[in-house]
């Protein structure tokens, strides 16, 4: 497959928004409550995109002949330990979902956190989704801490996961 990578304009901002909502909606089907899962539209993520785009955050996407077909959202932040990428979304259609993209697009993903002076990166997911888990402890993430937060109604326990880079 010829995927191609790069940063998301403001132009194509509604159409990244209508593959996160596919993504998430697949990605989240079982785990969250399904009513609120429906009501997500096809522009819900467009505002926070553009919000993350205007604050620094870098957000890639990958595409296959010219469809929007994975998306990534990371902005960074100082600790005492220095420089750390928050890695705030990933997410492939499900139709790409373990056909092996989403390995490749990890390591560009990577490499641009490497790029911008980043020692670890944090990230934040369901305790429930199995899946997402393997994938990030197969690249060396490792679980540090366990939480819940209340969202939408549901109570939902998430593990915090970091990784040195």
């Known amino acids: 497959m010829d995927i191609h990578y790069h940063r998301l304009s403001l132009e194509e901002?509604?159409?990244a928004s209508e593959q996160i909502t596919i993504s998430y909606t697949?990605?989240?089907?079982?785990?969250?409550?399904?009513?609120?899962?429906?009501?997500?539209?096809?522009?819900?993520?467009?505002?926070?995109?553009?919000?993350?785009i205007?604050?620094?955050d870098t957000c890639i996407i990958a595409t296959y002949n010219e469809i929007i077909i994975g998306s990534s959202v990371f902005g960074t932040t100082t600790t005492e330990e220095g420089?750390?990428?928050?890695?705030?979304?990933?997410?492939?259609?499900?139709q790409y979902a373990g056909r092996g993209i989403g390995h490749p697009f990890y390591q560009i993903i990577e490499k641009e956190m490497i790029k911008q002076g980043c020692q670890s990166c944090a990230l934040e997911v369901l305790s429930?989704?199995?899946r997402a888990i393997r994938f990030y402890l197969s690249h060396g993430f490792e679980k540090i801490?366990?939480?819940?937060?209340?969202?939408?109604?549901?109570?939902?326990?998430?593990d915090k996961m970091i990784k040195k880079l």
Not at 83 to 94: G, I, R, S, T, V
């Open 13 to 15: 901002v509604d159409r």
């Open 54 to 56: 205007c604050n620094g």
């Open 145 to 158: 801490q366990v939480f819940e937060v209340e969202e939408y109604g549901m109570i939902l326990s998430c």
């Open 128 to 130: 429930s989704n199995k």
């Open 83 to 94: 420089k750390c990428a928050e890695w705030h979304a990933f997410y492939l259609l499900p």
């Open 26 to 52: 697949s990605a989240y089907k079982g785990l969250m409550d399904s009513a609120y899962l429906k009501s997500i539209s096809k522009h819900h993520w467009s505002p926070i995109l553009q919000n993350s």
